[in-house]
Each structure stands twice: as C-alpha cells, then as structure tokens.
C-alpha cells in the first residue's frame, strides 16, 4: 500500500448502512471536531529525505534547452546614480517627516517599512535590468529577434473611440494646467506691478522730503547752494520728456477702442441733423468732433467757486 493510499478505519464509517449511527456516536463522544472527521491525536512523524528528493527531482526534471526554458541566474545589477539620488531623498523625505510630527513613532531607517517596500522594488529593478543585459546577446548569439520590425502591425486592445476619449481627457488636462500655470503667472505679474509701483511712490515721496528738509536747511542758512534743485530739475525734465514721449505715442498709435466705422453715417448725420460738414469745416471744426465741448472735471469745480 502506496503512502497515498488511505486505510479503512476500524469504525467502518463508509461501509454499510451503520455509517449514519456510527457518525453520531463519535459525534456524541465528541470525537467530530468543526472541519474534521475524527480527530488526531497522535504525532506525525517529520521526515526530510533529501536523497529522495533530489531523485525524485531528476526523475521529474525535463532536459529542455535554455531556449525553452529561458530561465537567469545573475547577480544585481550596480546602482545606478538617479536610483541612489531617489534612495536618498527617499530617506531625507522620511526622516523630515519623522522630525516635523512628534506623534508619530520613530522608526530606524533599516527597520522602516516604507524605506523597505522601496528598497526591494529598486532590488527588483536591479535584478530584471542584469538579466536583460545578460540575456539580450545570449539571445543575439542564437539567431533570435529581440526587436519588433519598423512595420510591425498590432491589433490594439482598445478600440478608437476609447483611445480618442483618452486622449481628449489628457488633452483637457493638459490644457487645464496650462491655464492655471497662466493665472498664475498674471497675478503674479499683478502683484511685481503693484510693488513695483508702491516702491516707485515711496521714492518720490522720500525725494520730495528729502528736497523740503534741503530747502529748510538752506533758508536757515545752513547749506550755501542750490545744486539739490539742479537734481530736482533734471527729474522734473525727464518726466516732462516721457510725457512727450506718451503723447507721441498717443498721437500715433491712438488711445485705443473701437476705431471702424467712425466716418460712416448715421440716421441723425444722413438727415442733416449733425449740421453741414462743409459748414463746420468752414467753421474750422473736425470732422467727428462736438462743436461744444464739455469742460473738465477741475475747470468745472473752479467755474463753481467764482459762482
């Protein structure tokens, strides 16, 4: 009798019709456990024969090339350089963290579990990166292709529809984030503008303080020249230069806004209501202009106070 092979037990509970009986007598003996017949209350004997085992190994081992077998008995490949750089900011990530939060537990490098699961998948890596590099000229010695042919067709496993929706959906993200990182950018430059011009106040207000308390020193006697207002006028001539330079800008480019249809007619302008435009050129007023004009806002308040 093979070891496969089971016994008949001596209470003969698959043979006859006393299975049912016999079956709830070891059960009312307590002989039944939960996931069990009958329960074992011996030893089992552990043997390791390793002779036997390596023969039966053999037995069942079959002399296949590598070629069918495929199978890699390397070493790791070395560290690469990016690999050690992510290691170690890894662990500078971990260990930061461990500094920042008192309430959490601290965990020695080599015991951290996080550092670890990282750590093997970088062994990993290194172990199927030494046997491609080994296996790929083993490969090439044989005859075999390891490379797919410029013309190589495959059917792919998604459709196209599915690929479009994909590839809409990477788009729109991408777009989105472009447009964020804009946003960004435009306060950003809001924000340099509004510093650049509350600096730009500040200095005058300071220049113009420091020019008063000149003025006062000088009417006290105690500067003996005016050189500071030479500087005062030379600010004063440049400004009066980039003033001219706005209005030349202005006078070429415009001040912007709508700008088609300026000259064409009107319902009023068709039925004479305008006025003649050969009157008012006689007049000497523009074509497009009001022949009266409104003051401004500063002349208006000044007409009031004589009132």
Do not use: C
């Amino acid at each position: 009798m093979s070891d496969f092979e089971m016994e008949d037990s001596a209470s003969g509970y698959d043979s006859g019709d006393n299975s049912d009986a016999e079956l709830q007598a070891a059960f009312e003996r307590g002989d039944l456990k939960p996931g069990l017949n009958v329960e074992f209350n011996g030893q089992r004997d552990k043997v390791n024969d390793v002779t036997k085992l390596l023969a039966k190994t053999e037995a069942i081992k079959m002399q296949l090339p590598w070629l069918e077998r495929l199978d890699m008995i390397n070493t790791l490949a070395p560290l690469a350089p990016e690999l050690a750089v992510q290691l170690e900011k890894h662990e500078q990530k971990r260990a930061n963290l461990f500094k920042g939060n008192a309430k959490l537990p601290y965990i020695r490098p080599e015991e951290d579990p996080v550092l670890n699961d990282f750590k093997r998948e970088m062994l990993f890596h290194r172990q199927a990166q030494s046997a491609v590099l080994e296996a790929i000229p083993r490969l090439q010695e044989l005859g075999i292709k390891t490379r797919r042919p410029d013309d190589y067709f495959a059917e792919m496993a998604k459709s196209d529809e599915h690929m479009q929706k994909v590839r809409a959906n990477l788009m729109a993200k991408q777009q989105g984030q472009a447009k964020s990182e804009r946003i960004k950018q435009i306060r950003e430059q809001r924000k340099m503008g509004k510093m650049l011009a509350k600096q730009t106040k500040v200095q005058r207000e300071a220049e113009k303080k420091d020019m008063l308390d000149k003025l006062k020193k000088f009417r006290k006697g105690k500067l003996k020249n005016l050189d500071f207002l030479e500087d005062a006028k030379a600010l004063e001539s440049k400004q009066k230069q980039s003033a001219e330079n706005r209005k030349k800008r202005n006078k070429k480019f415009g001040f912007g806004g709508k700008k088609k249809g300026l000259k064409r007619n009107t319902k009023s302008s068709s039925a004479g209501l305008d006025g003649d435009k050969s009157s008012r050129r006689q007049r000497g007023v523009k074509a497009g202009a009001s022949v009266n004009k409104r003051l401004g806002k500063s002349r208006r308040i000044k007409a009031k106070g004589r009132k």
